[in-house]
């Protein structure tokens, strides 16, 4: 089936820091690749997407290449601040013709941005 | 436009009984999505209902069930609930592309349900 694997953290830098969370994932087609972010108490928030390889998502300074040849799809931000801290998910989506399959999610990554 | 509304935002049940969700989604949306969050097993895939048909369903028992409306919004229903269902369940919304698939999903902020 398909799986998505995420370093889980907490990740914890300090603000202007370069930031890189890791995704890979399996799948037994081509998926679309998404970075969804949760603050506390909240729902998820579509951060940025890609839907074939070699397609870059970006975001409020957020960016991820999705890598066919690598399975992968990496969250970098060049410098962050502490409003980023959150939880972001890494997820994929196939659609089999049939209907949506729903969003396979990666664990999670806490990231936590130090002043 | 408005955003996935959720009610309630907050549940408190006892085991036994059962509990019905509601979602209404983005005006114009007509996927509607459900997952469960837990701690230990994350985010997974409930069901997804289009043209209030379910077109699919992830791994959970027959207590699990959902219905679409002709408007588009969504209840689900747990019956007999147990323990391990306390969780956040999450509500998506998303538009159908031309090949009839669902384009990316907008969740709204859950209804947090605890059984007891």
């Known amino acids: 089936g398909n799986s998505v694997t995420q370093m889980e953290g907490p990740v914890t830098l300090s603000e202007e820091a370069f930031l890189t969370i890791n995704c890979t994932y399996t799948?037994?087609?081509?998926?679309?690749l998404f970075w969804y972010v949760q603050y506390p108490g909240e729902g998820l928030q579509l951060l940025l997407k890609?839907?074939?390889?070699?397609d870059k998502g970006s975001n409020k300074g957020f960016e991820a290449t999705y890598r066919k040849e690598t399975t992968s799809f990496h969250l970098e931000k060049g410098s962050v601040q502490v409003s980023d801290s959150a939880v972001y998910f890494c997820?994929?989506?196939?659609?089999?013709?049939?209907?949506?399959?729903?969003?396979?999610f990666g664990k999670g990554t806490h990231l936590i941005i130090q002043p | 436009k408005a955003g996935v509304t959720q009610t309630p935002r907050y549940l408190i049940k006892t085991r036994g009984q059962q509990v019905t969700l509601s979602c209404s989604p983005i005006?114009?949306?007509?996927?509607v999505s459900w997952y469960q969050q837990t701690p230990g097993q994350g985010l997974q895939f409930l069901f997804e209902?289009?043209?209030?048909?379910?077109?699919n369903k992830g791994n959970f028992p027959g207590r699990f069930s959902g219905r679409q409306f002709s408007n588009s919004r969504s209840e689900m229903n747990v019956s007999t609930l147990e323990l391990g269902d306390s969780a956040l369940y999450l509500c998506?919304?998303?538009?159908?592309?031309?090949?009839?698939?669902?384009?990316?999903?907008?969740f709204g902020p859950g209804t947090r349900l605890t059984v007891t």
């Open positions: 998506a919304s998303s538009l159908v592309g031309l090949g009839g698939g669902p384009e990316e999903q907008y």
């Open positions: 799948a037994t087609g081509y998926p679309s």
């Open positions: 890609a839907t074939k390889a070699d």
């Open positions: 997820a994929l989506n196939m659609y089999s013709g049939g209907g949506a399959d729903g969003l396979t």
């Open positions: 005006s114009g949306h007509r996927s």
């Open positions: 209902y289009f043209s209030e048909t379910q077109r």
